[in-house]
């Protein structure tokens, strides 16, 4: 079974300043996707960023980015210019690219990101 | 606007009442999903529905029920609420396909059982 680990719960960072947060997973399968949520305050869950394993480019989104590591099974988040907006709880998670009926999204605990001004 | 719409946002419960959390989407998805979230702990499944019809159970099912009462609509019922049932629920959605961006989620409901 695929497992995802978060081992930061609790970070900070200062207004404007990169922040980098930590992912790994464990999984025996060559294809998949990976994701990194934010949950504000709002409890909405938004999806940030996405990346397809067999894409060997690191995805980017405006001032969000990752670094993949397909043999270390790390996929890390950066936020650069970081914004007070972008206080909130950060979740990474996994997908099999294996389309069966038992498809669903395994998630990690959780990284609390705090923004200081 | 497209997206998966969840019913009550809030809800107090007694200890022994029940309650079902409504969950409705309009994206043509095949499978919906239900979890909880706690503190530390991440979200966890509840039950999953891969296709109208089915319904399966996840890591954290007792205490629950659920029923997919078409593709649009998936609810979860709690037949004799508990205190450690205090959570928030989300359903999701998703789509069977290569280009999928991940879950679609409902904005969650807190539920708080006293």
């Known amino acids: 079974a695929q497992t995802v680990t978060q081992s930061q719960p609790e970070m900070s960072v200062q207004e404007a300043e990169t922040v980098t947060l930590s992912c790994t997973y464990d999984?025996?399968?060559?294809?998949?996707?990976l994701f990194w949520y934010k949950q504000p305050p709002s409890r909405q869950m938004i999806l940030v960023i996405r990346?397809?394993?067999?894409?060997?480019q690191n995805a980017t989104e405006n001032r969000f980015s990752v670094n993949f590591q397909k043999a270390a099974k790390s996929f890390s988040l950066k936020i650069s210019d970081s914004q007070l907006g972008d206080a909130a709880m950060y979740f990474c998670?996994?997908?099999?690219?294996?389309?069966?009926?038992?498809?669903?999204?395994?998630f990690g605990p959780g990284t609390s990101l705090s923004v200081i001004p | 606007n497209a997206g998966v719409t969840q019913t009550p946002k809030f809800q107090v419960l007694k200890t022994g009442q029940s309650m079902t959390l409504q969950c409705a989407q309009d994206m043509n998805h095949n499978s919906m999903y239900w979890y909880r979230q706690d503190p530390g702990m991440g979200l966890r499944l509840i039950y999953y529905s891969a296709s109208e019809g089915t319904t399966d159970k996840g890591e954290v099912p007792n205490g629950y029920n659920v029923s997919r009462l078409n593709k649009r609509e998936f609810s979860l019922r709690l037949e004799s609420a508990a205190p450690s049932q205090t959570s928030v629920y989300f359903c999701a959605s998703l789509q069977w396909d290569w280009t999928e961006n991940g879950y679609t989620f409902g904005s969650g409901t807190r539920l708080t059982v006293v």
């Open positions: 999984t025996s399968e060559s294809d998949y996707y």
């Open positions: 990346q397809e394993a067999y894409k060997q």
């Open positions: 998670a996994y997908r099999s690219a294996i389309i069966t009926s038992y498809d669903k999204v395994i």
